[in-house]
């Protein structure tokens, strides 16, 4: 019964045909592997901690060290794997925060090529580097490929396409396969190839929000890593005041009257013109917008959130978070239609030679549900962020907010930021402090008790895997009450929008109702390029 389960939960992963467990063997030196576990009932449908040791023991001896990173827990105390392990930890689906790089690049480095030790015997085994998450594909994977391209000289492509070769199923798709982490690596590679593997941490202002064909009923988050990486903080969820809307030449501003009710009054300070370089200046902060129009017929709008006090988050990892809401019958109820994300690094999007910039993408381009391509209804078409590199007294009075009134942060980076290089032979390597082993609620920070789903209360009592999957539940489409935040952005109708599958489909999805803004036209770049 076990042996189905762990097939099941396997699913397009390679066995490897010897051991029989959930692993493959990416290059002679570096296994890749699901998250093990000790205790029950999550052995019974993963690879079992003892036997995942003693094959490692059968066939290397003691040459085998494990790198994890599962924020959530290993499932297994240190001590099992005689303390052979190396704790780097970040959110399931997510891509690792960039400064955990150059330390995990060393520390395998130096335990592959034996520089840690100060006796050279050429006689000596080669040693191997097992890499876990919890299904050892996308955390794994982007490791892996990072060690290829950063260390043994691969190209990107060749190194993702071995990853996929040698962990998954022919017709199962990539190994390493969720659009931010795809971005990761090919930060790695110019980390490694043109920046000499140097990165500099810097916290990262969001000046502006710019987001062409954005529907109704849509939160927009600034949301960045926090703890080491292994939490997300929500660092500021955009309201109805904080947003201009631009229609041909014109903007409008939406505000409250005395008696709450919303009234929309004209911008004069809004222009035509949207940043288009991979920098931004602080003298162009107009927020500057096209205004081309469109296809007739098409319900577009341009919409510039800009928040009415400074957001910075402490690092360069910045996450832009959506999350559509439409009305239910249900009073005090909404239904989550469409639910996407995106990170980048401010560093790799013009930061190592500018102090401003402006990242952009596309919502085919963005990361949907639980690491698949299901995001739901599409929500927007194109967004961009405007962002740029804070003083340091923006940056100290950010943290003493954080860190509670009047009070400086411990920890508040300097404008100037801290450089990361990859450590040297016999230099010391900081680690991250593991979670607890036996897992963890959430990868959220100050996630609202309110904003899960009315069934994730039930989903949480039932033992065994759901449990284990517990802190994804917050992310997911379906009906979730609403909170005094979520009730400041629009709710929308149903529309007739289209929706994409678990493989990535498009899905035409009836029109009902729509209290949308009808008529609102816009356009990206320089006068070309409308969105359809």
Request: hydrophobic content about 30%; overall charge neutral; aromatic content about 8%.
């Amino acid at each position: 019964m076990s042996s189905i389960l762990r097939q099941i939960v396997a699913g397009p992963r390679q066995k490897h045909p010897e051991a029989g467990l959930d692993l493959c063997y990416v290059t002679d030196n570096i296994i890749a592997t699901s998250g093990p576990s000790a205790t029950y009932p999550q052995r019974a449908y993963r690879n079992p901690l003892d036997a995942l040791v003693s094959f490692l023991d059968t066939k290397h001896g003691t040459d085998w060290c494990i790198w994890e990173f599962r924020a959530e827990g290993t499932g297994y105390p240190d001590s099992e794997v005689y303390g052979r392990i190396h704790h780097f930890p970040w959110p399931d689906h997510h891509p690792p925060p960039f400064a955990h790089i150059p330390n995990i690049m060393g520390s395998m480095r130096n335990w592959l090529h034996r520089l840690d030790e100060t006796e050279s015997d050429t006689d000596k085994k080669e040693r191997v580097a097992v890499v876990h998450c919890k299904a050892g594909k996308g955390r794994s994977g982007t490791i892996a490929c990072a060690y290829l391209i950063s260390q043994e000289g691969w190209k990107k492509e060749d190194a993702l396409q071995r990853f996929t070769d040698r962990r998954m199923r022919v017709g199962f798709g990539n190994g390493v396969s969720i659009p931010s982490q795809l971005r990761y690596v090919g930060y790695i590679d110019k980390w490694a190839n043109e920046l000499g593997k140097q990165y500099v941490e810097r916290p990262v202002e969001i000046l502006e929000v710019h987001i062409w064909g954005l529907r109704d009923g849509v939160k927009v988050a600034v949301e960045g890593y926090v703890d080491e990486g292994k939490k997300i903080k929500c660092f500021h969820l955009f309201h109805r005041n904080e947003r201009t809307i631009v229609e041909d030449g014109g903007s409008w501003s939406e505000e409250q009257d005395d008696k709450g009710n919303d009234i929309t009054k004209p911008n004069p300070n809004i222009k035509n013109t949207l940043p288009s370089s991979a920098t931004w200046s602080p003298a162009a902060s107009g927020s500057d917008v096209s205004s081309s129009s469109s296809a007739p017929g098409t319900r577009v709008s341009a919409i510039i959130f800009k928040p009415n006090n400074p957001v910075i988050v402490p690092s360069s990892d910045v996450n832009i978070d959506f999350e559509r809401r439409s009305k239910a019958s249900y009073t005090g109820f909404a239904m989550v239609t469409s639910i996407a994300h995106v990170w980048f690094n401010s560093y790799f999007e013009g930061g190592a030679e500018h102090d401003s910039g402006v990242f952009e993408t596309e919502w085919d381009a963005m990361d949907g549900i639980k690491g698949s391509a299901r995001k739901g209804i599409r929500a927007l078409d194109k967004l961009k962020v405007v962002w740029r590199y804070p003083a340091a007294e923006a940056v100290e009075t950010s943290a003493a907010k954080i860190n509670g009134e009047g009070k400086k942060g411990k920890d508040s980076a300097p404008a100037a930021g801290k450089p990361i290089s990859e450590p040297k032979p016999g230099d010391p390597i900081h680690e991250s402090e593991p979670p607890d082993w036996r897992g963890v609620q959430g990868d959220k920070e100050n996630r609202r008790p309110s904003e899960s789903s009315s069934h994730k209360s039930t989903a949480a009592s039932i033992s065994g895997k759901t449990k284990e999957l517990g802190h994804a539940l917050e992310k997911e489409l379906g009906l979730r009450k609403q909170t005094g935040d979520s009730r400041d952005v629009s709710v929308s109708g149903s529309d007739d929008e289209t929706t994409t599958d678990d493989e990535g489909r498009k899905v035409k999805v009836k029109k009902v109702h729509s209290e949308g803004l009808e008529g609102v036209k816009t356009n990206y770049g320089n006068g070309g390029n409308s969105i359809k």
